[in-house]
Structures are given as structure tokens and as C-alpha cells.
């Protein structure tokens, strides 16, 4: 599967189409570039483009579209409403599939140096790749803009670039490359044309005095279209959602008599953005993303949407599913999944002949095993949304006993899922203990890990049980799954360790 990075660089022409499109052409030129968007603006005559590859294709194209900016457009000519300071203004990386902050970090870094000693253009590296922690944030970078860049490089210190000349590059200024997370750019129009207004706005929703995490904004001037806006770069959407963005400059507008009369968003959009703010306005209840027809599909038609990778990306997104439980299941899973694997490798061997028929049927035990903790997997998301619907369903209804049940009822799921776990998770340590003992030696270390994933497994889910249990409203129940979610674990504890010493002593043997 490729490795896939976005790259969303800008540039300063919104004016001119056939500028902006000898430029997407030459960066395109690229082998294996998909161009995602492009947008132009001829208030701000700035354009955004998105395109996404891997990643020493994107470097490469990157790398192109900058220097055919630098040879078309000429910033001691260039009038916006938009901040800059290079023809390219800015090139953010974003990991996307099979790619790490860390690796954009460094492709970062190559790019920057080669548009500096190639280009003669000085470069600022931003954001997460920022060498300096006062260059992280951009529009510190880019304080003073071209002109006044011009005026101080050379002079201020802390105005040296990371890469390239120590003097601004006559026509083409200067770039900031970065590596960062997926953003939104998002404006919201007013009816005014009062500037005073729109910084007012801006100044009081950007986090850095004192508004909304996670947002950057300015106020601008649409002078072909007479009205004042508020741009604005959403840096992390789950912390801060757009509704939440758009109902406080309402909020700010109305306090100055101002109307909203229009909104954009500049380029891509992940899907959950969206979602997330109809959902709200909608007031949805226990509404789910698997809902969506294209997310369906996707996953019906093997898109990388259901791979392990986007999994992963998944657990780390900083929502509540999938969480530990479902972690714990697919441990299991995996741990089910290398005791099959062992006696596939040992089954039909002359040498194990005795056992061949014993670890056939065992095998079968595995893989029944290793299907059933991967709906697990599933099904312990699924469990804790239902939680989650039933806890939002009951604050808009509190007094509802048909609400108060449904509360109950999806609290117990989510600890009889789990629970299930652990005891899945036992007989798959049994399962690794036979391997252990009967299966080929070549493989006695993948024994060994299956007995370790498994009691991972169980370990995880149990957590999840105790979690849980205080959900639990019923004395009995609640002491009953406790008891035996104790018993499972002293029994994969002793197994655990029969298969360590096992392994162990077959490895340290020889």
C-alpha cells in the first residue's frame, strides 16, 4: 500500500488563471501526483492547492511548483488582501497514510534546503518542523510580510532563515515549509464594510487573545464585493468545531449590529467536519458515521477506510472509540491468528507427524478464535456508541424511564463485551501453550508472542470490565462479572507463565 502525504501549498496569485495554471501543471508533471483542489481568490490574490502522492514525489513536486511561481509572479507587484511574504508563500506537508509527523518533519527539511541553495530563496521552516519554538506558529514567520522581511533580513537575527540566502529573493521573497496536521480554512462574510468590526471579531475568537483553541483568524477587506470578512485556519476541528467557531461570531456580530451573510470553506474538508456540525444543528441523536452511505461503501469495497492503518489512525484521533477494549479484542485476534500460524508451519512436517492431526484441529480452534475476537473488535466500539447515544438521549429527556433503561442496557453490553474478551483471550493462551509444546521449534518464538498478545488481551479487557462495572445497577450481576472477570485473570496469569517458561527454556536451551 503507498505511502501517501497531502501537500497544500499557496500561492500569492488569485488573479491571473493562466499563472495559477502553469504552475498546477508543472507540479502535476510529477509521476504519481493526484491534484486534489484548487482555489483561487482574487481579494486576497491568493491561491490554495492541494495535491497528495508519495512522499519523494511530493517533494519533488513541490519543489516544481515553487519554482515556476518564482519565475511568474513578481511580489514588488503584487497586491492583496491576504498576508505574504513569498510567491509560494507556504508549503505544509500532512501525513496522510503510512507516514508519521516525524517523516513530513524531515521531508520538510530536504525540500526547504533544496528551494534554498536551488532557488536562492530563503526559507522558514514552520510549525511542526520549526527549528525555533517562536517559528512555529506562521503568522509570526511571516510578521512584517515581504516588504518588511526585505528590510530586515540580514539585519535581525532572528529574521536568519533555516535554509537558503541570507537576503530576500528580489521578486520571489521568501517561503515558510512546514509539516502540520489537516486544517480548515474557513471565512465567514459580514454585511459591513467596517474593518474595525472584522478585527474586533477576529481578534476576539483567535486563541492567541484569549479565543477559541485552536484558532487562527484575521479580518480582511473584499473590496470587489464591498463587505468585511473573517479568515480563519481551523487547526484541529475535533477540539474546536466549525458550529462552535460560526455561533461565537454570530454571537460577536450581533453585538455590532452586523449580519452574517455567507460562509466558505477554501479547499478540502475532512468528512467528520461536516458531520460534526450536522449533527449539531440537527440534533441528531445517536447518530453514527457508518451511517453515511459513501463510508459504507467504502468499507464494502476494501478502501484503505477499513485498513489496519486507518485503524490505527482511528485510536490515536483523540475520540472515545475505538478505545481500549476494542485495542484489547484485536490483540487477542492477532495472538489467535500466530498460534494458527504455528501449526500451519508445523502441520504435514515428517518430524511432527504425531501431532499433525491433533494441531489440525487445533488449528481450526484458532482460527474460530481469531474470527471471533475480530468481531469483538467491532462490536466493543459499537457497544460503548450505544453508551454514548443512551447517556446523550437521557439529557435531552431525563425523566424518560424508557431512556433510563436504554442507559442500563447499553452500560451492560459494555461490560459483557469486554468480559467476553477475557474469556476468549483465555482460551487462546491455552491455545499458545499447546503450540508452545507441540508445535515446530522454528516457531516456538511466535508461540511465545501469541501468549504475550494474549495476555495483553486479557489484561486490556478486564480494565474495561472494571470500568464498567460501576455502571452496573444490579448487585448481584455487577459482583458475579467481577468474580469471574477475577477468576479468568488468575487462570491467564498461570497459563501466561507456563508458556513463558516454555518458550523460554526451548530458546535458552540451545
Known sequence: MARLIECVPNFSEGA???VVDAIVAELTSVEGIKLLDKEMDASHNRAVVSFLGEPEAVVEAAFRGARKAAELIDLTKHKGEHPRMGATDVIPLVPLRDVTMQDCVDLAKTLGQRIGEELAIPVYLYEAAATKPERENL???????FEGLRDA??????????????RIHPTAGAVAVGARMPLVAFNVNLGSKN?????????AIRFSHGGLRYVKALGFELQDIGL???SMNLVNTQGTPIQRVFALIKSEAERYGVPIVGSEIVGLVPMNALVDVAEHHLRLEGFERDQIL???????????ESSLSHYVEEVSAGTAVPGGGSV???AGALAAALS?????????KKKYSAVSEELQELRSECEGSRAKLLKLTEEDSHAYQQVLKSRRALTVRPEEKARQDAVRAASTKATEVPLEVCRESVRVLGQSKVVAEKGNVNSVSDAGVSACMAHAALVGASLNVYINLSSIEEESNRNAMRQETEALRETGEKLYGEVRDLVEGKLLSG
Open 16 to 18: 491571473r488563471p493562466e
Open 139 to 145: 503568522a509570526q514567520v511571516r510578521s512584517g510580510e
Open 153 to 166: 533580513i540580514g539585519k535581525d537575527p532572528s529574521k536568519k532563515p533555516d535554509f537558503g540566502p541570507e
Open 195 to 203: 474593518m474595525s468590526v472584522a478585527r474586533k471579531i477576529a481578534r
Open 228 to 230: 468585511v470578512q473573517i
Open 294 to 304: 459513501e463510508t459504507r461503501l467504502l468499507g464494502e469495497t476494501g478502501s484503505t
Open 328 to 330: 484489547s479484542a484485536l
Open 340 to 348: 494458527a500460524m504455528v501449526c500451519g508451519l508445523t502441520i504435514g
